[in-house]
């Protein structure tokens, strides 16, 4: 189905299933413990063995030697494997460093070699029996140091990078009576999601079957082939339950390659859970950023000037973390500079880490516009909505498609009880405590990507659907079942959901906020066709037919949806594709975050009291699982802001905490209450569902407003996340 025009009424309008709050279909299978992820096929893949990785203990340089004698004659190990075993290994298309180190090493922990034995605890014994002897080579692992020299990114290939502007920046910022010219710093950040990187891997002959834990199906397939150098159709990718990704699981990891190395090693299944203190350094991270933002505006508060500009560090070939973008699109100003720059460092690989670029982007852009309220003696809820936009600021010809900012920004501040803020900072106390209020917009982009299904209508009513979408704990079953159920008219009872398989047809699969909106317009056109199939075998000569009810309607003439596979059941196979709308259109969602914190006037301690997150996401197809969503991403933003970082050893090249126990994240004693709105919207220019994504909306904002917060409890402005007490704990108020 091509979606080249905007959509039209269709059957999901009627919102008999679709829009409601549907519990999760899959949530009786997770609370009882019999969803098997991927360490867990044990029926598929009965007597595997275990494999335990060794990383590498250098962050730059190469291998000298490895003696594995004494781990080989260790009790129970079947086999170790090495790049000299594996042989000549390709990189895949998603990954910037290799997945299997040496003789080059590339980063600290970089798996070096896997060691298989018949249990986990003798793999892992034998593992320490590994002697390894390297030649340290000196590297780059200071950000600040390394981006006095960096490029700017965004040149064309062979050429220098640029800088994207619109008007003059520099003669209207000089000449705008207020400005603002601030730095902001954001950290790296882990993913730390609770089912660790696991694959279980078995050969039947020349085919490859792996049960992973992977939010992109067809990506890591094709790169599984060819980082093994074989025919995609002869690799397998199986993952229907995800316990959590936020984008480190967006790509082929070392996990899947080393249980496939293994498992062809040594003849038989093999199950690879990385450890813990491994995944921080190993796999992927969310780059940190030095930030550089100038406002210049009447005083009135009309923004005539806005410059962003960042630099981050990755690998050699990695890219940048894109914290400018929102920058580009969220508040009015016709003169306008934004850049990036990129710093080849030798830390482990940046990349992908929920809302990519807006998360960190956001942390230091709506700081910066709650400092330039309180230099124009504004309002910041005021000054955000007199600076609105209707129009892409860098090409007013493109509208958006809908933006609804002002009326999230204002229904907040009112539900929030925002007229109650005391403007001047370190005025209310309640006790011992200091408090606040912050606000922040809330800005993610939509994307539109391809994405297919198979739906079958059985004999007996049912109706299966199967896609390689995956669900990573967002839901995807249940918003699929219920696209499945409003379509065809059956109860959703009636629906069974098959994801994360590599043999069903491609999706868009888990990210970017663009699976849930995507994958179910690929539903969509799936059932489009096998509609047309229905009517066709039950004689109905127009195509304007209803189904409701396990009933199919046209005109004066009523039949069962049944009868219409009386003799046999119907397949019908599609996918979305999409046109020019995006283009055309500028595709957001938006929102407003709230905060009220408590900061102990005595030890500086910061804790939330109160979050209110109000959304523009069109379409909300599941509202239960959608405010699930959003507090979750609430959540997260609450740790980049208080506590997330991940400590840097400059002199050797890694993530000193890299396990819980010295990487802290929210627990539930650190939240509040956290109410959700969604406001009423349906966006006929994203697709049939009319609907976008609130994911990664959920996360973008948080973190600033959490600080305006603190910041107005104490008077204290931090720039530099995470905002830990001993930031300010030496400048809070004078206790009386």
Not at 501 to 520: H, I, L, M, R
Request: hydrophobic content about 40%; aromatic content about 6%.
């Amino acid at each position: 189905m091509k979606f080249t025009e905007p959509a039209s009424a269709n059957p999901i309008d009627r919102m008999t299933v679709v829009g409601r709050p549907h519990d999760r279909i899959d949530g009786p299978r997770k609370t009882t413990g019999t969803a098997a992820y991927a360490y867990e096929r044990h029926a598929e893949a009965p007597n595997a063995a275990y494999g335990w990785i060794i990383g590498a203990a250098i962050a730059k340089g190469r291998i000298r030697s490895m003696n594995l004698d004494d781990a080989r004659g260790a009790p129970g190990v079947l086999g170790i494997v090495t790049a000299a075993e594996a042989g000549k290994l390709n990189k895949g298309n998603f990954n910037t460093a290799k997945l299997l180190g040496g003789p080059e090493i590339d980063h600290y922990h970089q798996a070096v070699a896997i060691v298989i034995a018949e249990s986990f605890e003798q793999a892992r014994a034998a593992a320490g029996l590994v002697r390894i002897d390297y030649d340290r080579a000196k590297g780059q692992y200071d950000l600040d140091e390394a981006l006095k020299t960096a490029p700017l990114t965004g040149g064309e290939e062979g050429k220098p990078g640029k800088e994207d502007r619109t008007g003059s920046f520099e003669s209207a910022f000089g000449a705008a009576p207020v400005k603002l010219d601030a730095e902001y710093t954001t950290p790296d950040h882990s993913h730390a999601m609770m089912e660790p990187f696991a694959s279980l891997a078995i050969w039947e002959g020349d085919q490859l079957t792996v049960w992973t834990s992977n939010q992109m199906i067809a990506w890591g397939r094709g790169d599984l082939a060819k980082t093994l150098g074989m025919p995609k159709e002869k690799v397998r990718l199986i993952s229907p339950y995800v316990g959590g990704g936020f984008g480190g699981k967006l790509f082929l990891r070392t996990d899947a390659v080393m249980a496939a190395l293994g498992a062809k090693a040594v003849g038989r299944p093999v199950k690879v859970a990385m450890q813990r203190p491994l995944m921080a350094n190993n796999a992927t991270h969310r780059p940190a950023t030095t930030q550089r933002i100038r406002i210049g505006a009447t005083k009135d508060g009309a923004i005539q000037a806005i410059a962003h500009e960042s630099g981050s560090g990755d690998q050699p070939g990695g890219g940048p973390e894109t914290a400018v973008n929102q920058t580009k699109l969220l508040y009015a100003g016709p003169n306008r500079l934004t850049a990036m720059r990129l710093a080849v460092l030798n830390l482990p690989e940046g990349n992908a880490m929920r809302a990519p670029g807006e998360a960190p982007g956001m942390m230091a852009l709506e700081i910066a516009m709650d400092e330039m309220a309180e230099k124009l003696g504004m309002d910041p809820v005021a000054f955000r909505v007199k600076n609105d936009t209707q129009v892409d600021p860098e090409k007013p010809d493109r509208r958006f498609s809908q933006r609804q900012l002002v009326r999230c920004l204002e229904e907040g501040a009112q539900r929030f009880g925002w007229s109650q803020r005391n403007a001047r900072p370190a005025q209310v106390r309640d006790g011992r405590w200091l408090v606040g209020m912050g606000v922040a917009a809330a800005f993610r982009n939509h994307m539109n990507m391809k994405s297919g299904a198979r739906v079958t209508l059985n004999k007996d009513g049912r109706v299966v659907v199967e896609t390689d979408m995956t669900d990573i704990g967002t839901g995807s079953y249940t918003i699929i079942a219920q696209t499945a159920a409003e379509m065809m008219g059956v109860p959703m009872d009636a629906v069974d959901v098959r994801l994360g398989d590599s043999d069903y047809p491609v999706s868009a699969g888990s990210g970017g906020q663009f699976g849930a909106a995507n994958a179910t317009a690929g539903v969509y056109a799936a059932c489009v066709k096998l509609r047309e199939a229905v009517a066709q075998r039950l004689g109905f000569n127009s195509a304007d037919l209803n189904f409701a009810d396990g009933q199919v309607t046209g005109g004066n003439r009523s039949v069962a949806l049944r009868d219409a596979v009386a003799s046999g059941p119907l397949t019908a196979e599609d996918r979305i594709e999409f046109g020019d709308l995006d283009k055309t259109w500028q595709l957001s969602t938006f929102g407003a975050h709230f905060v009220e914190v408590g900061v102990d006037a005595y030890t500086g301690v910061t804790r939330l009291r109160r979050m209110l997150a109000v959304c523009a996401a069109g379409r909300i197809l599941n509202p239960k699982a959608a405010r699930s969503q959003m507090i979750g991403a609430m959540t997260m933003g609450v740790g980049s802001a208080l506590m997330e970082e991940l400590a840097v050893d400059k002199r050797f090249g890694f993530f000193v905490n890299h396990d819980l126990a010295g990487y802290e994240v929210p627990v539930h004693a650190d939240i509040p209450h956290q109410e959700v709105i969604f406001l009423e919207e349906a966006d006929d220019k994203a697709n049939p569902m009319k609907a976008k994504g609130v994911g990664e909306l959920g996360l973008c904002g948080v973190g600033a407003a959490v600080a305006n917060a603190v910041y107005n409890a104490t008077g204290v402005r931090i720039r530099d996340y995470p905002l830990t007490l001993e930031k300010h704990l030496d400048r809070l108020p004078a206790i009386v």
